[in-house]
């Protein structure tokens, strides 16, 4: 996903989120963007986009959220980019409250603008919005 797409992605999940909504996402740690063949499709390309803690933390701040965990590893599989994993836990600010994409008719509705359809966690009717590879965005109930 490019930087930019980062951006879009991150507006509409916290669009979406209640005001101390919380989601994890993991990225992964270096400069820059590299290109990795896709091992899939034999001739393509997949775009990495690689980030700081504080690249990361700037940006999840600029869109209205606060870091309230971080944990970082290495690859432990071949299978794996071979960059350290960040994944930052984060909080929705109160302060900073964006209003939903549309109202919600019951309470645990995505915003239907989202890039990928959500899906729902079934155990806790909960949305999960996003790539399921990137994002995963819980309401505070589900944490607690």
């Known amino acids: ?9 991150l507006k509409k999940i916290r ?4 005001p101390d909504g919380i989601f994890g996402l ?3 740690e270096g400069k820059g963007d590299v290109q990795f063949p896709e091992p899939l499709c034999p001739g393509k ?10 690249e ?20 432990v599989s071949k299978l794996e980019y071979p960059y350290r994993k960040l994944l930052l836990v984060s909080q929705a600010d ?3 409250h964006m209003p939903l994409a549309r109202p919600p008719s019951n309470g645990k509705d995505c915003a239907e603008d989202l890039i990928e359809p959500p899906e ?14 990137h994002f995963v965005a819980y309401s505070p109930e589900t944490i607690a």
């Open 1 to 9: 996903m490019g930087r930019e797409d980062f951006q879009t992605v």
């Open 26 to 28: 993991i990225m992964q």
């Open 120 to 133: 729902t966690d079934i155990q806790s009717g909960n949305c999960i919005c996003g790539p399921a590879s």
């Open 56 to 75: 990361l933390t700037e940006i999840l701040s600029a869109q209205g959220f606060s870091v309230i965990a971080l944990k970082r590893r290495g690859s």
């Open 45 to 54: 390309s997949l775009l990495v986009c690689l980030y700081s803690i504080k």
């Open 15 to 18: 669009k979406t989120l209640v």
């Open 94 to 96: 109160r302060g900073h």
